[in-house]
């Protein structure tokens, strides 16, 4: 199926790991990216190829995968980290695909 | 440094049409595919379209075939979204993005009487 599962929420206290998870039968065959998006902001890149962190991104992020599911960590998040993430990925008919995003609370 | 800037977005009727563009500096813009995403009112992201750096290839999501038509001009710099038969679904930020790893701003296309 061409859908990517995200929770909606997710919560920690500032110092915790962060882990917001993304479902898809497409990812066992494609990469992965994750974005996070600040209210009134424009989507920003955190994760590209299920694990790899685009220069200026905190060493806190990272991402991994098996099977199916992928995983965006936030070891020690932080109160700046406070944003919706979203996954995406390309789907077998050329097309794209993004999660429904997870709000990530960090207080 | 990077820079998409969307302009064309407005208020339309349904039924109507826009034309949006986006303006690309700082990078080779001829050699990366683009996409168009948008993002309706406290909704999430949706992919719209990809074209690919000579824009031989095209795609669009289900939701805009038929209506929508995504080109480039690579001598200008610039990526284009013609949007037709708009329906008040359509209502949203269109963001243009560079192979999704750098995003423009946005332009708001709000469809409604």
């Known amino acids: 199926s061409y859908e990517l599962t995200q929770p909606s929420s997710v919560s920690v206290s500032p110092g915790q790991t962060a882990r917001i998870t993304c479902s898809g039968d497409?990812?066992?065959?494609?990469?992965a990216r994750w974005f996070q998006q600040k209210p009134g902001q424009a989507p920003v890149l955190v994760i590209y190829?299920?694990?790899e962190r685009p220069s200026g991104i905190p060493e806190r992020f990272s991402g991994s995968s098996s099977g199916t599911t992928v995983t965006l960590t936030i070891s020690g998040a932080q109160v700046e980290d406070e944003a919706d993430y979203y996954c995406?990925?390309?789907?077998?008919?050329?097309?794209?695909?993004f999660g429904g995003g997870t709000k990530l609370t960090v207080l | 440094e990077v820079q998409l800037v969307e302009s064309g977005g407005g208020l339309v009727q349904p039924g109507g049409s826009l034309r949006l563009s986006c303006a690309a500096s700082?990078?080779?813009?001829?050699?990366?595919?683009m996409n168009w995403v948008r993002q309706a009112p406290g909704k999430g992201l949706e992919w719209v379209s990809y074209?690919?750096?000579?824009?031989?290839?095209?795609y669009y999501a289900d939701s805009v075939k038929g209506r929508f038509t995504i080109s480039r001009d690579n001598a200008k710099n610039s990526l284009y979204l013609q949007m037709n038969s708009l329906r008040a679904e359509d209502t949203a930020v269109y963001y243009c993005?560079?192979?999704?790893?750098?995003w423009g701003q946005g332009t708001l296309v709000t469809v409604s009487s």
């Open positions: 497409v990812l066992a065959k494609k990469y």
């Open positions: 074209i690919s750096s000579s824009g031989s290839t095209i």
């Open positions: 993005a560079r192979a999704v790893d750098y």
């Open positions: 700082g990078f080779t813009f001829s050699s990366y595919e």
């Open positions: 995406y990925s390309a789907a077998d008919n050329n097309l794209r695909i």
């Open positions: 190829k299920d694990s």
